[in-house]
């Protein structure tokens, strides 16, 4: 993916990257403080926002390629079971159940498969939102603070996973946090974002 001339102004925030490479198949960082533009530029990526100016070359990748877990996830008034197998039926894919069961199991869910979603608590909510973002084995994930509420348990199981599933599929990801020393050793490349620009 490439990131040229982007500009997007929301009240105070000033948001410009002249130029960005986000290489495929690796496991990207996006870093900065609170309030410098980091879920904006997802948000644009994945078409919630549209710029003001500027290009974003997905490079061959579709818009159905491409997933976001955020860190105030808007999940359906379902059960569990419902919000995870959402992607593969809007996609025509097959649900497989044992994979299903596996990622419920892993991630603690598993006995709340067929609770209604808006019962969870903000730390189920977001491994909710982590397991529908990859269950359909998307070409591109973002992640935007997902970390953010999960105990250090859960974020050892999200790191791994994140790592097999990017062995498996050779998937792109571009993963938002302000908290780069806990996520460093997990980043091939870490992007750095301060005022709506990235620096380094």
Avoid at 80 to 92: C, E
Avoid at 136 to 144: A, K
């Amino acid at each position: 993916m490439r990131i040229t001339e982007l500009h997007k102004k929301i009240g105070s925030m000033d948001l410009y990257i002249r130029d960005m490479r986000i290489e495929k198949g690796r496991i990207h960082g996006l870093v900065g403080p609170n309030g410098c533009g980091k879920t904006t530029l997802l948000k644009m990526i994945i078409g919630i926002i549209k710029p003001d100016s500027g290009t974003i070359d997905l490079e061959g990748l579709r818009p159905t390629d491409i997933t976001m877990a955020s860190q105030r996830p808007y999940l359906m008034h379902a059960s569990v079971y419902d919000n995870i197998t959402y992607p593969l039926r809007i996609r025509g894919a097959r649900v497989d159940q044992e994979e299903i069961d596996r990622l419920l199991d892993r991630t603690g869910l598993l006995p709340l498969k067929h609770q209604y979603a808006g019962s969870l608590s903000s730390g189920e909510r977001q491994k909710l939102s982590f397991l529908r973002a990859i269950v359909f084995h998307p070409s591109m994930i973002l992640i935007d603070e997902t970390f953010s509420n999960l105990d250090a348990e859960s974020e050892a199981i999200f790191r791994e996973i994140i790592v097999e599933r990017h062995k498996m599929d050779r998937s792109t990801w571009l993963i938002v946090s302000h908290q780069w020393e806990r996520l460093n050793s997990l980043f091939d490349q870490t992007h750095f974002m301060e005022k709506g620009r990235i620096v380094e």
